[in-house]
């Protein structure tokens, strides 16, 4: 309608102004997906954007996602200005991960080395010796039990599991769940399927081990986009957030896309798996903390210096 193509336009010229670059996640409104890819920045999974943040040249970055992807920018450019449309978008995992009961979680356990996943805030990142996210965290965790590491994981207990049980790592697992993946339900996704016989089921490693079990891709939200793309199948049911479907039928046309059953059985429950904190970046937001510089990140600048260490450790380890 007029008002999003206003606002769009609004935007486009605003970035150029600023010299500012959008990067987006996949779980967010679809509009601001299209216009992060149509000006130059990006739309990805956690590991991307924050890589593409710390090699892009612009001194603006603004972030259409959660809390913890622009602290991961601003930490990893503290000299770059940070803006997200909206700063109480945060994550269940990092309202389930208070940094000074992880520190004492840690404190208990020196022996162990610990590994937290990116979605927790800088001073629970500041505590670990590695932030992984879940396209790598696998990777990393086998490279440390091969190293004979015992490892302490949080928050997600789902992820850990599931990467426990692909290393055999000895895991000591923090208690937090993602609430939109945590939904997704074993039964009712077995029943679909017998519905879908031919279909692929496309799952995010935060969902519970009853639906990672049925699954024929396990990734990040990029290694789903991209198992969609190459796996020889017309259908896919998807245990992700529904936001990734824009993507997905972009990615990969002609495939038809189905949302993994949350509640209730098949017949009844088509799923309305959305993150509420990434549903809180819109046009109209983006549009005025561009327009005022409002909706900074900041993150305590010794804070962001320990957590660093953690995330360049993975980076590098990606490189
Ligand atoms: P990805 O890194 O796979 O994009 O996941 C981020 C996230 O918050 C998933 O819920
Ligand atoms: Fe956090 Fe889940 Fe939302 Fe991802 S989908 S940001 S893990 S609450």
């Given at each position: 309608n007029a008002e999003r193509a206003e606002l769009k336009d609004r935007i486009r010229r605003l970035l150029k102004e600023k010299g500012a670059v959008l990067v987006a996640h996949y779980y967010v409104d679809a509009d601001l997906q299209d216009l992060a890819e149509e000006t130059g920045g990006c739309v990805s999974d956690s590991l991307e954007m924050a890589r593409f943040g710390r090699d892009h040249p612009a001194q603006t970055l603004v972030v259409a996602g959660v809390r913890f992807m622009g602290e991961t920018a601003k930490i990893l450019s503290p000299e770059k200005t940070i803006l997200m449309p909206?700063?109480?978008?945060?994550c269940s995992l990092d309202l389930g991960c208070p940094a000074d009961e992880f520190a004492a979680f840690c404190d208990q356990h020196p022996d162990r080395t610990v590994v937290v996943y990116a979605n927790t805030s800088a001073a629970v990142k500041a505590r670990a010796d590695w932030m992984v996210t879940s396209s790598i965290g696998l990777d990393i965790v086998a490279e440390l039990h091969a190293q004979g590491k015992k490892i302490l994981w949080a928050p997600d207990r789902h992820l850990g599991s599931y990467i426990q049980a692909k290393t055999g790592a000895d895991m000591l697992l923090w208690q937090g769940s993602c609430l939109v993946h945590d939904e997704f339900k074993g039964i009712e996704l077995d029943l679909l399927k017998a519905e879908y016989p031919n279909a692929k089921v496309l799952v995010h490693p935060e969902s519970p081990a009853n639906v990672v079990a049925q699954a024929d891709a396990v990734g990040s939200t990029t290694q789903l986009i991209n198992a969609a793309q190459t796996m020889d199948a017309t259908h896919f049911i998807v245990a992700t957030d529904n936001g990734i479907l824009h993507k997905m039928r972009m990615a990969a046309p002609g495939k038809t896309f189905i949302e993994a059953p949350t509640a209730g059985n098949s017949a009844t429950c088509k799923?309305?798996?959305?993150?509420p904190w990434m549903a809180m970046n819109g046009l109209r937001n983006l549009a005025e903390v561009l327009e005022s510089g409002a909706n900074q990140v900041h993150v305590d600048p010794a804070v962001g210096l320990q957590a660093k260490r953690a995330i360049d450790r993975m980076l590098d380890f990606a490189a």
């Amino acid at each position: 309608n007029a008002e999003r193509a206003e606002l769009k336009d609004r935007i486009r010229r605003l970035l150029k102004e600023k010299g500012a670059v959008l990067v987006a996640h996949y779980y967010v409104d679809a509009d601001l997906q299209d216009l992060a890819e149509e000006t130059g920045g990006c739309v990805s999974d956690s590991l991307e954007m924050a890589r593409f943040g710390r090699d892009h040249p612009a001194q603006t970055l603004v972030v259409a996602g959660v809390r913890f992807m622009g602290e991961t920018a601003k930490i990893l450019s503290p000299e770059k200005t940070i803006l997200m449309p909206d700063l109480d978008a945060t994550c269940s995992l990092d309202l389930g991960c208070p940094a000074d009961e992880f520190a004492a979680f840690c404190d208990q356990h020196p022996d162990r080395t610990v590994v937290v996943y990116a979605n927790t805030s800088a001073a629970v990142k500041a505590r670990a010796d590695w932030m992984v996210t879940s396209s790598i965290g696998l990777d990393i965790v086998a490279e440390l039990h091969a190293q004979g590491k015992k490892i302490l994981w949080a928050p997600d207990r789902h992820l850990g599991s599931y990467i426990q049980a692909k290393t055999g790592a000895d895991m000591l697992l923090w208690q937090g769940s993602c609430l939109v993946h945590d939904e997704f339900k074993g039964i009712e996704l077995d029943l679909l399927k017998a519905e879908y016989p031919n279909a692929k089921v496309l799952v995010h490693p935060e969902s519970p081990a009853n639906v990672v079990a049925q699954a024929d891709a396990v990734g990040s939200t990029t290694q789903l986009i991209n198992a969609a793309q190459t796996m020889d199948a017309t259908h896919f049911i998807v245990a992700t957030d529904n936001g990734i479907l824009h993507k997905m039928r972009m990615a990969a046309p002609g495939k038809t896309f189905i949302e993994a059953p949350t509640a209730g059985n098949s017949a009844t429950c088509k799923s309305c798996a959305h993150c509420p904190w990434m549903a809180m970046n819109g046009l109209r937001n983006l549009a005025e903390v561009l327009e005022s510089g409002a909706n900074q990140v900041h993150v305590d600048p010794a804070v962001g210096l320990q957590a660093k260490r953690a995330i360049d450790r993975m980076l590098d380890f990606a490189a």
